[in-house]
């Protein structure tokens, strides 16, 4: 079986850098935001626990 791989070496046109371009952008700008989020999320189940922790030792009734 013989594989074409012509297309691994031609130069990108405008139009496909205009497209990298956009997607790399759109990364450089969505990343930054998934990551906060996904910190804040562990923050706020840790907090959590610990809330429900110090509230059993303390022998507090408090709900969140």
Do not use: H, N
């Not at 956009?22 to 906060?36: N, S």
């Amino acid at each position: 079986m013989k594989f074409d791989v012509r297309f691994i070496q031609k130069k990108p046109k405008a139009l496909e850098w205009l497209y990298l371009l956009i997607f790399g952008l759109g990364l450089l700008i969505a990343v930054p935001f998934v990551a906060m989020a996904i910190v804040s999320e562990i923050i706020l189940y840790a907090g959590k626990a610990w809330i429900q922790w110090l509230s059993r030792i303390l022998d507090i009734e408090f709900t969140l």
